[in-house]
């Protein structure tokens, strides 16, 4: 939402923004180092380690592991792509399944890949990490994955533990693209891991959210509402229209397509997985990076980031939901954690007929509030301001939709229309409303979850981190009662200024200079307002005191 003012700062290279010394951005108001808060002034430094070396029985699992990752390129898979490259110095190779995206083949978009900020660390303390990994050009959503033959047979004959991580999260995807992802995609998957010649574990992520017709979920399977095989048939004897108008019909009492199609695609696992070596794993809202490999990084607007971005630039300034209820959020890098440590527990000592189902979640033992969560990257965030903010920070969020429309009315709608005619006036791009609606849009979206909560059992999470020894607990944490939302909030925002909106920190000294100029500007114009409005109550109850003859 937000990310749409940025779009034309991204295409900037940061490396041509003149550099401030870290002593004018650490004064005796601004005390912290942003770098060392992020923990990027933290890296290990990079030492060979020897074949003969013994590492923790999770390292020790992946010691000439070859590793088959759907979903490598987006968010979670990079973060667990990371992760294994870092901390298990024996894993043989990754492969990534890669689609040609935008005119860039397979190579060009694996080098994209690590280009991110997010493997800095990665590429200092373990710099010969690169001929660990390939990419396999393939599909999820064509027949055989898009195989070539000659990388079908690569994999089979060498591949011995799969993550499957790709789908399409969006909420409004459309039913026939969705099913051809997440449930087609899926069973393909299956098919080519039965044939795999030396197949350990496959791990497929899924979301807590696929059975979200329900408020209380358990760490089983649930009968979905359609047999995905029927629904299969359906989509391939009709248009897309006619489906797009059928969808409200076929997904039920689900709230999109994307909860529908991951609850069929759990549904083919339990019908035609019985005989794998495999895990169903679950987390909640994915939120930003908790402790590593730098704190706050995300690389797009996932869950509340678009909120905290939105407002945290002034663009945002109210929001329709029930901010005293608790949304289940984790941090992505205690999900990969907990689910490198799931899928060495299913390889190693799953003993269960059934396949079991990890649900990573953090709202029975760190629940948190929105507003609270809000309120806490409000305080924390003040400090990292970012040289895009267009208005000092204000925000409300209310569930009466009355309030709702009259705050969106002035503090959206109206100001809105001023800046973009001002700003075609100047020759500019109007670009404040075309936001706006995508708020909106995103509001209608996001309406069946404003006011619930919901209740996740995560107790085979819980029981895993206990039976960890003290070496896998410290390399791969993801101990949910030691979660922080208040260490959490310190790096949040200064991680999305700096890894999400691209705003490098020597543009602090100029951007706290701007910040105080928009609270100055923000003060006068509540002033203005309050004082509007007392002189209208006035105006009113005198006029109202005259006709009934009290003045």
């Known amino acids: 939402m937000a990310l749409d003012l940025h779009r034309k700062y991204i295409e900037k290279k940061q490396d041509s923004a003149p550099l401030v010394p870290i002593k004018d951005i650490i ?19 990079p030492r060979e380690i020897e074949e003969s070396e013994i590492g923790s029985p999770v390292q020790e699992f992946f010691r000439d592991g070859v590793v088959f990752l759907t979903g490598g390129t987006g968010f979670m898979g990079k973060v667990l792509v ?9 894993i043989k190779h990754i492969y990534l399944l890669i689609r040609s995206k935008k005119g860039k083949n397979v190579d060009q978009r694996l080098e994209d890949i690590f280009e991110d900020r997010l493997f800095k660390r990665l590429k200092h303390e373990v710099p010969k990490y690169y001929h660990k990994v390939s990419g396999v050009a393939g599909d999820c959503s064509l027949p055989g994955l898009g195989l070539s033959v000659s990388s079908r047979n690569t994999l089979i004959n060498e591949v011995n533990i799969i993550f499957h991580g790709a789908a399409t999260v969006r909420f409004d995807e459309h039913i026939r693209v969705a099913m051809n992802i997440n449930v087609s995609g899926t069973r393909e998957l299956l098919s080519l891991a039965r044939k795999i010649t030396n197949l350990k574990v496959m791990a497929h992520v899924s979301t807590a959210y ?5 408020l209380h979920v358990e760490e089983k399977f649930y009968d979905p509402i359609a047999d995905y095989e029927d629904v299969l048939k359906l989509i391939s004897s009709n248009d897309d229209q006619t489906l797009q108008d059928m969808t409200k019909e076929i997904i039920g009492d689900l709230p999109n397509t994307y909860a529908f199609t991951k609850s069929l695609a759990e549904d083919a ?21 908790y402790r590593e490999p730098v704190r706050g990084w995300i690389d797009n607007v996932y869950g509340p980031t678009g909120l905290i971005v939105g407002a945290g630039t002034g663009v945002l300034h109210t929001y329709f939901g029930d901010s005293n209820i608790i949304t ?29 189902i990890y649900t990573c979640s953090s709202a029975a033992q760190k629940p948190i509030k929105w507003n609270d969560f809000i309120e806490m990257n409000r305080r924390h965030g003040i400090y990292w301001p970012t040289i895009r903010a267009i208005w000092y920070y204000s925000f409300w969020a209310t569930n009466n939709p009355y309030f709702y429309a009259l705050l969106n009315f002035f503090c959206h709608i ?21 936001i706006y609606k995508k708020i909106d849009k995103v509001r209608d979206i996001l309406a069946y979850f404003s006011d619930k909560e919901w209740t996740f059992t995560n107790d085979r999470v819980l029981a895993l981190w206990k039976s960890l020894d003290s070496q896998d607990q410290d390399i791969f944490n993801f101990d949910i009662n030691q979660l922080s939302w208040e260490y959490f909030s310190q790096a949040h925002c200064l991680g999305l ?26 003060t006068g114009l509540q002033v203005f307002v309050y004082a509007f409005l007392l002189y209208c109550a006035w105006t009113i109850t005198s006029l109202i005191l005259k006709l009934t003859g009290f003045l």
């Open 27 to 45: 004064n005796s108001k601004y005390y912290l180092d942003p770098l060392e808060l992020l923990g990027e002034r933290s890296f290990n430094e």
């Open 497 to 522: 200024r700096v890894y999400l909106v691209k705003d490098d920190i020597h543009t602090l000294p100029a951007a706290r200079k701007k910040w105080e100029k928009l609270y100055i500007a923000h």
């Open 210 to 214: 696929s059975n979200c017709n329900r």
């Open 82 to 90: 990371e992760k294994l490259l870092r901390t298990c110095p024996h």
């Open 328 to 356: 289940d959020m984790i941090p992505v890098d205690m999900v990969v954690n907990a689910l490198i440590c799931a899928t060495k527990e299913t390889a190693t000592n799953n003993k269960d007929d059934e396949i079991p």
């Open 269 to 289: 696992i339990r019908r035609e997985a019985q005989d794998l070596p495999i895990l169903v794993f679950r987390p909640t809202v994915v939120i930003a990076t």
């Open 414 to 434: 109206v100001p809105g229309y001023l800046l973009d005619t001002l700003a075609v006036i100047a020759g500019q791009k109007p670009i404040l409303m075309k």
